[in-house]
T-cell receptor, first 114, second 109 residues
Framework: NAGVTQTPKFRVLKTGQSMTLLCAQD?????MYWYRQDPGMGLRLIHY???????AKGEVPDGYNVSRLKKQNFLLGLESAAPSQTSVYFC?????????????FGPGTRLLVL | KNEVEQSPQNLTAQEGEFITINCSYS?????LHWLQQHPGGGIVSLFM???GKKKHGRLIATINIQEKHSSLHITASHPRDSAVYIC???????????FGKGTKLTVNP
């Protein structure tokens, strides 16, 4: 099993450009999450999904959109990138058998917006 | 005030020392997570606990629900334990984790 994978690993964008980050998991997990990690701050939840076709907002959703068209994939989109979105983005997934389950993290995507 | 506070922020130890990292939270929780973030950035789950104590190898995690406090202990620390240790909590009934800022541990040989 590959676990949770993220594409790309690193990206540089100019302000106003758009991009999509892809998260894929092969563990048949129902729950998937997108977090951002910034220096001096804890991981913050952007959006999450409790199953195929469903998404919900987290703590810092502004400027991002997500889609979960297939159970194994969770996409994070930036429609018009801003320097404030420079961050490291982590995807995570968990199996649903109750809500308090171990989350498995991807390796992260480092995004720099100039 | 953050809902999850960790102390210390940074910790330097000599190989072999006993390490304690603390986590306090201000909300009612249903479970608490300890995670480890390697220097390369990868994040792995160490423990999830809702009461008492758990042990895995040289790592021990305890939680006191009444005092809203958890500790992560590392016995006989080793340079490979150098990492950022993150505490996170599930607020009661929520499927979302709230994270502390992490404790950076450096173990020198």
């Amino acid at each position: 099993n590959a676990g949770v994978t993220q594409t790309p690993k690193f990206r540089v964008l100019k302000t106003g450009q758009s991009m999509t980050l892809l998260c894929a998991q092969d563990m048949n997990h129902e729950y998937m999450y997108w977090y951002r990690q910034d220096p001096g701050m804890g991981l913050r939840l952007i959006h999450y999904s409790v199953g195929e076709g469903t998404t919900a907002k987290g703590e810092v959703p502004d400027g991002y959109n997500v889609s979960r068209l297939k159970k194994q994939n969770f996409l994070l989109g930036l429609e018009s990138a801003a320097p404030s979105q420079t961050s490291v983005y982590f995807c995570a997934s968990s199996y649903v058998a109750g809500v308090q389950e171990t989350q498995y993290f991807g390796p992260g995507t480092r995004l720099l917006v100039l | 005030k953050n809902e999850v506070e960790q102390s210390p922020q940074n910790l330097t130890a000599q190989e072999g020392e006993f390490i304690t990292i603390n986590c306090s939270y201000s909300v009612g929780i249903s479970a608490l997570h300890w995670l480890q973030q390697h220097p390369g950035g990868g994040i792995v789950s160490l423990f999830m606990l809702s009461s008492g104590k758990k042990k895995h190898g040289r790592l021990i995690a305890t939680i006191n629900i009444q005092e809203k406090h958890s500790s992560l202990h590392i016995t006989a620390s080793h340079p490979r334990d150098s990492a950022v240790y993150i505490c996170a909590v599930f607020q009661g009934g929520s499927e979302k984790l709230v994270f502390g800022k992490g404790t950076k541990l450096t173990v020198n040989p």
